[in-house]
């Protein structure tokens, strides 16, 4: 065999020009030209809104997000890493309640908050506040969680077809329960 039968292949212009730039270190060099569709871009600064392929869109601390109708959800459950009235970090076990009841974080601005409320002498309207709004979310809760509990349908279908009751309540049974339940609920709401 001869020497030159070894290597037939032809090489591109663009080959050599990728070898040339692998050598020179620049990765990033382009070799080809390309010619087509190019798309126009728009450019966005912190605060705009925008629509695009039907979403919504922002840009928040230099990042783009999509705009949800759950934003406003989103933004309740997010506790943020400092408290906005001390900036201090939001690492007691209690801040996270705290600064959903009073927006900032328990130690030291809802500590000195209630400190400043017994001085005034006003510590214990502020209490009686906080208890009865407590025994309100407690008698709504417990009132939901028995609607819901009774409600519910104890008939479960097998594999059959047929259509079997677990439950064993009657309605008489479930209205006694319900009754109880008004009374209870009333009698809780009246405490409030």
Same mark, same amino acid.
């Given at each position: 065999m001869s020497s030159e039968s070894l290597l037939k292949k032809e090489f591109k212009h663009s080959d050599v020009q990728r070898v040339r730039n692998i050598v020179n270190k620049d990765f990033t060099a382009k070799t080809k030209l390309q010619a %087509? $569709?190019? +798309?126009a871009y728009e450019y966005h600064v912190e605060g705009d809104i925008w629509e695009e392929k039907g979403k919504k869109?922002?840009?928040?601390? %230099?990042?783009?997000?999509?705009?949800?109708? &759950? /934003? %406003? *959800? +989103?933004?309740?459950?997010?506790i943020p890493l400092r408290c906005p009235k001390c900036n201090g970090p939001m690492k007691h076990h209690l801040a996270k309640k705290m600064y959903r *009841?009073?927006?900032?974080?328990f /130690?030291?601005?809802? *500590?000195? =908050?209630?400190?400043? &409320? *017994?001085?005034? %002498? &006003?510590?214990?309207?502020?209490?009686?506040? =906080? =208890?009865? @709004?407590n025994l309100k979310a407690f008698a /709504?809760?417990?009132? @939901?969680w028995a609607l819901e509990t009774l409600s519910t349908s104890d008939n479960f279908v097998t594999e059959d077809g047929t259509v079997e009751n677990w439950g064993g =309540?009657?309605?008489?049974?479930? /209205?006694?329960?319900?009754?109880?339940?008004?009374? $209870?609920?009333?009698?809780?709401r009246s405490k409030v």
């Amino acid at each position: 065999m001869s020497s030159e039968s070894l290597l037939k292949k032809e090489f591109k212009h663009s080959d050599v020009q990728r070898v040339r730039n692998i050598v020179n270190k620049d990765f990033t060099a382009k070799t080809k030209l390309q010619a %087509g $569709y190019k +798309k126009a871009y728009e450019y966005h600064v912190e605060g705009d809104i925008w629509e695009e392929k039907g979403k919504k869109w922002t840009i928040k601390n %230099g990042i783009k997000q999509n705009i949800t109708k &759950l /934003d %406003g *959800v +989103k933004k309740f459950t997010q506790i943020p890493l400092r408290c906005p009235k001390c900036n201090g970090p939001m690492k007691h076990h209690l801040a996270k309640k705290m600064y959903r *009841v009073h927006g900032f974080c328990f /130690d030291p601005c809802t *500590v000195e =908050m209630e400190a400043t &409320l *017994v001085k005034a %002498g &006003l510590f214990e309207k502020y209490e009686e506040r =906080m =208890m009865s @709004a407590n025994l309100k979310a407690f008698a /709504d809760d417990i009132e @939901a969680w028995a609607l819901e509990t009774l409600s519910t349908s104890d008939n479960f279908v097998t594999e059959d077809g047929t259509v079997e009751n677990w439950g064993g =309540m009657s309605n008489t049974h479930r /209205d006694k329960i319900l009754a109880g339940l008004k009374d $209870y609920v009333s009698h809780l709401r009246s405490k409030v």
